[in-house]
């Protein structure tokens, strides 16, 4: 979880059936509301799935899928362990690369 204040941010949302993001940049200094993901492998690699809620000074609220943001004055995140395997792998139905767990709970 994460709050803390941001600028050029790129958020967006997923269109389902054109199987692709919608993507907008938002270049000015935001409110960093909150924000919420995970870190899994994808190919080996770690993989950063992140969204987010950020206000503006009229205190209007945007939110979605995170792209990529720079702290512009302070970020203050926690990341907490998961005691489970977990990776990606891409769901044709989908398209996009979905959470695996390697043990039931």
Known sequence: ????????????????????????????VWELVSYEGN???????????????LSNHDMKTIGGHLFEMTVAAVGEFFLRKFDNDAYREIN?????PCICLEHKF
Do not use: N
């Open 1 to 28: 979880s994460g709050i803390g204040a941001v600028k050029q941010s790129e958020i967006g949302a997923y269109d389902t059936v054109g199987k692709e993001y919608i993507r907008k940049q938002f270049p000015d």
């Open 39 to 53: 870190v899994t492998l994808k190919d080996g690699d770690p993989f950063v799935h992140g969204h987010v809620v």
């Open 92 to 96: 044709e139905d989908v398209g996009l």
